[in-house]
């Protein structure tokens, strides 16, 4: 489903300089003789704009992280996941037609895996109700994090997934609703590594210093960026085995990645370490596998040697 970026450059050259102050709560990631860079491309300071210290927020989201995704809970000998795939395609399909938020979609999966992954001392649902448990992790999924008037209503959503088909009503789809919520024993505030890649991205994980091929930064890198970290969210959200890291050790290694998809130099710097909290070092395991599936999944495209040498190649 998913497919290698090679979107053309808008023509559009206005500058996108911005002089804003320097984000970090954890400046001790900072070494003393090192001169912090400032962020490039950003027009507005998140925090100003939310009227909120977002540190905070970020704090909030590690903490509770590991209620759906954590290496104690990993259990790659799940029964459901040589068809695991399979179902994150066709919610990720159901949830581009109705037009959800990809945060939404990942949260599902969340929802999905947390529900089979049989940790829980509850027998997880017959491979009969798979459409209805996952098409019912989808609704509750948009009703937390979607605005209600985004919420797919629930005949539309049965017409779409063909459950009236099956004999399913409105009536009995909530009964499926009520049925994730117990799995889930109504917590459900699942941290997604798209939510930290957000937060990264809201503070800026491009810099002034950076040099693209051995050049000073154009204003359409920071779009390029994010444009390959949502990518690389997507293209680990298919694969268990990344839940072997925690959703914010993963988002740090999904910017490490999309800063060398871009031939960004340094690929990890001090400032990204402060912004994160994780060093270079702690990283490098997890990116060299974020990397590997990716040039598994799209052979030629995925070279760090290959990066496009200018602008005419994006």
């Known amino acids: 489903m998913f497919k290698p970026i090679k979107e053309a450059w808008s023509k559009s050259t206005s500058s996108l300089d911005a002089s804003l102050s320097l984000h970090g709560s954890a400046s001790s990631s900072i070494p003393p003789s090192y001169t912090p860079s400032k962020p490039f491309g950003l027009t507005s300071d998140i925090d100003e704009t939310l009227c909120m210290n977002t540190f905070d927020l970020y704090e909030s989201m590690k903490l509770v992280q ?3 995704v954590s290496p104690e809970s990993h259990n790659p000998r799940a029964s459901y996941l040589p068809y695991r795939r399979y179902l994150v395609d066709w919610m990720s399909d159901i949830g581009e037609q109705f037009n959800l ?9 969340l929802f999905l ?21 996952a098409t019912a992790c989808i609704s509750v999924a948009s009703k937390y994090e979607e605005a209600e008037e985004h919420c797919p209503p629930i005949p539309e959503l049965l017409e779409v997934t063909k459950l009236y088909q099956s004999g399913h009503t409105p009536l009995s789809f909530r009964d499926g609703e009520c049925e994730v919520l117990g799995y889930l024993n109504w917590t459900l505030r699942a941290v997604c590594p798209l939510h930290f890649v957000g937060f990264f991205l809201s503070k800026g994980v491009t810099y002034e210093a950076d040099l ?16 390959y970290a949502e990518f690389f969210c997507n293209l680990t959200l298919q694969e268990y085995a990344f839940q072997r890291y925690s959703p914010s050790h993963l988002a740090a290694a999904i910017v490490m ?14 400032d990204l370490a402060s912004l994160t909290g994780y060093e270079e070092a702690d990283l490098e395991e997890c990116y060299e596998k974020v990397f590997k599936y990716y040039e598994e999944q799209f052979p030629g495209h995925g070279s760090r040697s290959t990066s496009p040498k200018n602008v005419a190649d994006l």
């Open 113 to 133: 895996d947390r529900i089979f992954r049989e940790d829980g001392g509850r027998a997880p649902p017959p491979r009969s109700q798979w459409q209805l448990i």
């Open 66 to 68: 590991s209620e759906y």
């Open 257 to 270: 990645a999309s800063r060398v998809a871009l031939n960004l130099s340094p690929r990890w710097r001090p």
């Open 212 to 227: 693209w091929q051995g050049r000073a930064l154009i204003p359409k890198i920071p779009k390029y960026v994010k444009k």
């Open 101 to 109: 938020h990809t945060t939404t979609i990942h949260t599902s999966v």
